[in-house]
């Protein structure tokens, strides 16, 4: 019983983090980070929260998978070009075949801790590195967490040019876990923000990352349509919808979030 729990735990919990964008975290409703930090001794709390709906036939089975987080990001800036960034989520998921419920659980997922460093910025073009570790504080029996402690390494570049913005992330994740996935995974993605009129920002974005199930045909891709809304000029509002491109990520996932700057 416990190494079906364990299964179908794994299938979840992957689903829970294609749901979450990777690791990295951005400005929220993107999953592509860009290169800007807060400046020393400034904080931004971000809160979002997403929900997730997948659905698929395994045999002449029907599966659907629902779930979703809510998480918690604090970035404090250590100097001006650098940010320790701490990440809390709290996750869900549930399960049903031919309309029986096989798995269900909620709880704290694995906390990520990074540092966000900008070590290059000319004429609207930055460069950056943002090292991090996972935190094995989810429950990995019940498929909310890895089991184990993992690391990760995302280069970020970004180019401003008004009303334009764009941003592209390259990423190495060591992904340890007690599931037996691929455990050297990598990701790719691009976003574009754009200012259609003061204090309001449309935004996309694309990706696709490794897929974790070493039995899987095809690799995760999204794209994400937004907004970001400035209500102050230290507080915005965000929402947006990811749509998987690919049946291994997650069909739909409906996005909203607010971030502090203090």
Same mark, same amino acid.
Not at 235 to 255: I, P, R
């Given at each position: 019983m416990k190494g079906f729990i364990q299964s179908v735990g794994a299938v979840v919990m992957g689903f829970m983090i294609a749901s979450a964008g990777g690791t990295a975290f951005a400005a929220h409703p993107l999953i592509t980070d860009d290169a800007?930090?807060?400046?020393?001794?400034?904080?931004?709390?971000?809160?979002?929260?997403?929900?997730?709906?997948?659905?698929? =036939?395994?045999g002449n089975v029907s599966v659907k998978s629902t779930g979703g987080q809510a998480g918690s990001t604090l970035s404090y800036g250590i100097i001006d070009n650098a940010d320790l960034v701490l990440n809390v989520p709290y996750g869900w998921g549930k399960v049903t075949e031919d309309g029986v419920s096989t798995y269900?659980?909620?709880?704290?997922?694995? &906390?990520?801790?990074?540092?966000?460093?900008?070590?290059?910025?000319?004429?609207?073009?930055?460069?950056?590195?943002?090292?991090?570790?996972?935190?094995?504080?989810?429950?990995h029996e019940k498929g909310l967490g890895a089991?184990?402690?993992?690391?990760?390494?995302?280069f970020i570049g970004s180019k401003e040019a008004a009303p334009w913005a764009f941003h592209a992330n390259l990423g190495y994740i060591r992904n340890e876990n007690k599931f037996d996935e691929e455990k050297d995974l990598w990701h790719a993605s691009l976003a574009a923000v754009y200012e259609v009129v003061k204090d309001?920002? &449309?935004?996309?974005?694309?990706? =696709?990352?490794?897929?974790?199930?070493?039995?899987?045909?095809?690799?995760?891709?999204?794209?994400?349509?937004?907004? &970001?809304?400035?209500?102050?000029?230290?507080?915005?509002?965000?929402?947006?919808?990811?749509?998987?491109? =690919?049946?291994?990520? =997650?069909?739909?996932?409906?996005?909203?979030g607010a971030a502090f700057r203090f």
């Open positions: 800007g930090t807060q400046g020393k001794g400034k904080f931004q709390l971000e809160v979002n929260g997403q929900y997730d709906s997948d659905k698929e =036939t395994v269900d659980e909620k709880g704290l997922s694995d &906390i990520s801790l990074e540092v966000k460093w900008r070590f290059f910025e000319k004429d609207g073009l930055s460069f950056g590195l943002k090292p991090g570790i996972s935190l094995p504080t989810g429950n089991g184990k402690t993992g690391y990760h390494l995302f309001l920002k &449309i935004v996309g974005n694309v990706g =696709t990352e490794r897929n974790a199930d070493k039995a899987a045909d095809n690799d995760p891709a999204f794209v994400i349509g937004g907004v &970001i809304y400035s209500v102050a000029e230290n507080f915005d509002l965000d929402a947006g919808v990811k749509y998987g491109l =690919t049946s291994s990520e =997650t069909d739909l996932s409906v996005m909203a």
